[in-house]
C-alpha cells in the first residue's frame, strides 16, 4: 500500500518563526491534504492539494507530484499553531480512504 | 454550514462491555468514514460508506466492531465486547463524493474512547 512519511517528528519553534514540514509518499496520488490536529484533537482541514501551490494566510503548500513530496509552510508562527500536523493522501485505485503519515508535532512558544 | 457531529465525546468503559457512537455527516454529504487513531499514531479507516452501502470494511474487526448507515445519513459505530487496545479515539469524516475536489473529508471532533 502507499508509504506516507513526515518530517521531521518534532519541532520546536519560537514566536515568530518560520518552519517547512514535509511530506513523502510512495506512490502518484490523486488526493492530498494537510491537516491541523488542534489540543483538543480535532483535525482541521488546511489544504487539499494534489499538485501545484496554494496559500492561506500565514500558511502555503506545494505539492509536486512528479516527485510524490509536497511541503507545508509555517511563517511567522503563534502559539495557536501547535499541535499536530498530518499529510494525508489516497490514490483511487487503492479507494478513496485517507493514508495519514504520523504527523509532525509542532510546539511554538511565547 | 454546521460541520460534522460527533457524540458522546468521551466514553470509558470497562474491557468486554459495549459501546456505541454516533455521527451526523455534513448535509448532503454522500460518503462517510469511521477511522480509528490510537495515540500517537494518524488516524487509520475502520469503514467507508457510500449512501448507506459499505464501500470498503476491510480492516474493521468484525468480530467486535460493527456500523451502519440507515437512510444513508447518520452512522453508528459499536464495539461489543471492547479490549483494552480499543482504546483510542474513534473520527468520523463526510465528504460530497469519494474522490476528486469534491471528495475534501472533514472530520467531527472524535469520540475520546478508553477502555479499563
Known amino acids: 500500500g502507499i508509504q506516507v512519511e513526515q518530517s521531521p517528528p518534532d519541532l520546536i519553534l519560537q514566536e515568530g518563526a518560520n518552519s517547512t514540514l514535509r511530506c513523502n509518499f510512495s506512490?502518484?496520488?490523486?488526493?492530498l491534504q494537510w491537516f491541523h490536529q488542534n489540543p483538543w484533537g480535532q483535525l482541521i482541514n488546511l489544504f487539499y492539494?494534489?499538485?501545484g501551490t496554494k496559500q492561506n494566510g500565514r500558511l502555503s503548500a506545494t505539492t509536486v507530484a512528479t516527485e510524490r513530496y509536497s511541503l507545508l509552510y509555517i511563517s511567522s508562527s503563534q502559539t495557536t499553531d501547535s499541535g499536530v500536523y498530518f499529510c494525508a493522501v489516497f490514490l483511487f485505485r487503492a479507494g478513496t480512504a485517507l493514508i495519514f503519515g504520523k504527523g509532525t508535532t509542532l510546539s511554538v512558544s511565547s | 454550514e454546521a460541520g460534522v457531529a460527533q457524540s458522546p465525546r468521551y466514553k470509558i468503559i470497562e474491557k468486554r462491555q459495549s459501546v456505541a457512537f454516533w455521527c451526523n455527516p455534513i448535509s448532503g454529504h454522500a460518503t462517510l468514514y469511521w477511522y480509528q487513531q490510537i495515540l500517537g499514531q494518524g488516524p487509520k479507516l475502520l469503514i467507508q460508506f457510500q449512501n448507506n452501502g459499505v464501500v470498503d470494511d476491510s480492516q474493521l474487526p468484525k468480530d467486535r466492531f460493527s456500523a451502519e448507515r440507515l437512510k444513508g445519513v447518520d452512522s453508528t459505530l459499536k464495539i461489543q465486547p471492547a479490549k483494552l487496545e480499543d482504546s483510542a479515539v474513534y473520527l468520523c469524516?463526510?465528504?460530497?463524493?469519494?474522490?476528486?475536489?469534491?471528495?475534501?473529508?472533514?472530520f467531527g471532533a472524535g469520540t475520546r474512547l478508553s477502555v479499563l
Open positions: 506512490d502518484s496520488v490523486n488526493n
Open positions: 469524516a463526510s465528504s460530497a463524493v469519494a474522490g476528486g475536489p469534491g471528495g475534501i473529508q472533514y
Open positions: 492539494i494534489p499538485s
